[in-house]
């Protein structure tokens, strides 16, 4: 089939488009994927947090060992957006809290802010 001078270059505009458009999508599913690892990372340090408190002495153990845990999991980038409290209480409860904001990677899309808890009864 030959083309006319005039239809010469007419789909090079429709790949272009649809090429970037299959980039950002990419980014967008990889955001993502890492934004819901990161999640699980602090989900599990958390855990493992308030059971180190909950054995040795309190809140000071739980924030070592999340200090630890995160380390090991995620990067520094990902760990400034994380703040992290542990308390040990007369209730005989050792509680953590994460204030997780995770940056998007496209600008126009919100970041991702969530609040995670955990808490371990202290054993006497």
Request: proline letters at 2%; hydrophobic letters at 50%.
């Amino acid at each position: 089939m030959k083309l006319e001078r005039s239809e010469r270059g007419a789909v090079t505009v429709q790949f272009v488009a649809a090429t970037a458009f299959g980039f950002v999508l990419l980014v967008l599913v990889a955001n993502l994927f890492v934004d819901l690892y990161v999640r699980g990372a602090v989900r599990d340090a958390l855990d493992e947090g308030v059971r180190a408190g909950a054995i040795v002495d309190g809140a000071g153990a739980c924030r070592a060992e999340i200090d630890e845990t995160l380390a090991a999991l995620i990067g520094d980038g990902h760990r400034n957006g994380i703040e992290i409290e542990c308390a040990s209480g007369l209730d005989g409860w050792v509680r953590a809290t994460a204030r997780v904001r995770l940056r998007s990677w496209l600008p126009g899309i919100p970041d991702w802010q969530f609040t995670l808890r955990s808490a371990a009864r202290i054993r006497a």
